[in-house]
């Protein structure tokens, strides 16, 4: 049997640290937009500027001469799920964010973990179980579908070595 986290570990050891970065934010953004409709404006404006300034902060590579990449404002405090407790896509979006700012651009490197976010799909498919549907079960095939969802898109994105066909 095909294991999607494992397979997904043997593809990220084979990136660089670069693409791995772009990659750490796409896999956020995915569990992101499945938390969307329960993560409040504030929090999620203050999260996508995170990822904007991640995302300049990666491209600029090394031409940034060290500078950090400036991010938006502090998040708000606030109840509720996903961006609120710095829990799931919202914790690793910040951090992907914030480990922008704080180190120079000239070393892009942010962690890739995908294990963390499809226990945070998880928790959002227990939550949104029907009723007849047991939560572990729930939990267990939305972690394995974001870990295949994940090695896809893996794969999907890998350039062509040979150019464009």
């Known amino acids: 049997m095909i294991v999607p986290s494992r397979l997904l570990g043997n593809l990220l050891e084979q990136i660089d640290q670069k693409r791995a970065a772009y990659l750490a934010l796409d896999f956020a953004q995915h569990v992101l937009d499945l938390e969307r409709d329960e ?9 996508l500027e995170y990822m904007d300034a991640a995302h300049e902060a990666i491209g600029l590579g090394a031409a940034a001469g ?18 609120h407790h710095g829990r799931g896509a919202g914790r690793c979006r910040v951090n992907a964010g914030q480990g922008a700012r704080a ?5 892009p490197v942010l962690p890739v973990r995908p ?13 949104h179980r029907d009723d007849d549907v047991d939560e572990r079960l729930a939990a ?4 394995w579908e974001e870990a295949r969802w994940q090695v ?4 999907a994105s890998e350039p062509n070595p040979h150019g464009d066909a």
């Open 39 to 47: 993560i409040e404006e504030p929090v999620s404006v203050a999260c």
């Open 66 to 83: 060290g500078r950090p990449a400036e991010g938006g404002q502090p998040l708000p405090p606030g109840r509720g799920r996903g961006l």
């Open 115 to 127: 294990r963390q976010l499809q226990a945070e799909a998880g928790r959002w498919a227990a939550r």
């Open 152 to 155: 896809r898109h893996v794969i």
């Open 103 to 107: 180190r120079p651009v000239q070393s």
């Open 140 to 143: 267990r095939r939305a972690r």
